[in-house]
C-alpha cells in the first residue's frame, strides 16, 4: 500500500534497523524491487530521481504506474515513491503527481535559502500527508549531473534543519554515489554520531550505500541511519546478468531476442540483490 515514509522510518529508527530506498528506472525495475519487498515482508522506498522521472516520461507516469502495479500485485507492505535529490520545482511536480513522499535537495544553496526553502516545503508535505527529506553538507559523486566531493555535513546546520520538522535528515558523512575510488577515506562515524547526539530522533538516511561495506552499513544503522539509498548496485547486477544472457548467445536461439526474454535475467538479478540489501539492512519480516 502506499504511504508515506514517516512511520516506516520511525518505526525503523526505533527498531535499529533500516528500511532501503531502492531507485527505480523503468517497468521491470520496479515490478522487481515490489514484489521481493512483498516476499521479504519488508517496508520500501521507491526511489526516483528526476533524470530517471524524465527517462519514465513523467514523475506522473511514474506514480500511477507504481500505483496501478501495487494493486495488481497485491503489494500489502508498506511503500512510499521519494522524490530522490530533488529540485525545489521538482518537488512541486511531485507533490502534484501523487508522490507520497520528497526530498528537496538544498544543500547548494546558503544555509539560510536552504532553510527557507525547507521550512515552506514541510508545510505544504506535511498538509497534504507527505512526507520529507531534506540534505546538508553535499554528498560525493556525480547524480544527474550534481557532483559533490563527499564533504562532512556541519552537525549544527544539520540541527536547525531537522527543527523545520523535516521527517528524515541526509547528512553527508564522506558518502559518495556510483562506485567507491580505491582511496576512499570511509565513512566518519564521528560526524554521524555528532549529527545523532544534535537530532535526537530523527531518522537519518545514507545516501551512495553501492560499495559501503557491510560492517560499515551496520555501525551506520547502530548510530542512527534509518534509510539507506541503493542503486548503483541494482544497475551494476542487472548489466552484469544482461550481459552475460547476450554474451552465451541466448538471444540468437529460438525467441530469445524477445525483450521479456532479454530483460529477465537482470529482473532476477536486481531481485537478487534488493533481497540481500533487505537482510542486510534488518528490514525483512518489518511490514
Not at 547502530?222 to 547486477?237: A, P
Amino acid at each position: 500500500m502506499l504511504v508515506s515514509a514517516a512511520e516506516m522510518l520511525k518505526k525503523a529508527k526505533a527498531g535499529h534497523y533500516a528500511v532501503g530506498q531502492f531507485n527505480i528506472n523503468n517497468l521491470e525495475w520496479t515490478k522487481a524491487v515490489l514484489t521481493t519487498a512483498q516476499e521479504c515482508n519488508s517496508p520500501v522506498i521507491l526511489g526516483v530521481s528526476a533524470g530517471a522521472g524524465k527517462y519514465m516520461a513523467g514523475f506522473k507516469v511514474v506514480a500511477d504506474m507504481v500505483k496501478a502495479m501495487i494493486e495488481s500485485l497485491n503489494i500489502t507492505v508498506p511503500v512510499a515513491i521519494h522524490l530522490d535529490h530533488g529540485t525545489y520545482e521538482d518537488c512541486y511536480k511531485c507533490i502534484k503527481a501523487g508522490f507520497s513522499s520528497i526530498m528537496f535537495d538544498g544543500s547548494h544553496y546558503p544555509i539560510e535559502e536552504n532553510i527557507a526553502k525547507t521550512q515552506e516545503l514541510v508545510n505544504v508535505a506535511h498538509a497534504l500527508g507527505l512526507s520529507i527529506e531534506a540534505e546538508v553538507g553535499s554528498i560525493g559523486g556525480e547524480e544527474d549531473g550534481v557532483v559533490g566531493a563527499g564533504e562532512c555535513a556541519d552537525p549544527k546546520e544539520c540541527k536547525l534543519i531537522a527543527d523545520l520538522g523535516v521527517d528524515m535528515l541526509a547528512a553527508g558523512i564522506g558518502n559518495i554515489h556510483g562506485k567507491y575510488p580505491e582511496n576512499w577515506k570511509g565513512l566518519s562515524f564521528e560526524t554521524l554520531d555528532a549529527v545523532q547526539q544534535l537530532t535526537g530522533e530523527m531518522p537519518l538516511v545514507l545516501h551512495g550505500g553501492t560499495g559501503i561495506p557491510a560492517e560499515m552499513i551496520q555501525k551506520a544503522i547502530s548510530l542512527g541511519v534509518s534509510k539507506i539509498n541503493v542503486n548503483t548496485e541494482c544497475q551494476l547486477s542487472f548489466t552484469a546478468a544482461t550481459r552475460a544472457y547476450i554474451e552465451a548467445g541466448k538471444d540468437l536461439s529460438g525467441k530469445g531476442f524477445d525483450p521479456r526474454k532479454v530483460l529477465a535475467p537482470g529482473y532476477e538479478a536486481i531481485k537478487a540483490t534488493v533481497k540481500e540489501k533487505m537482510e542486510l539492512f534488518g528490514s525483512v519480516g518489518k511490514a
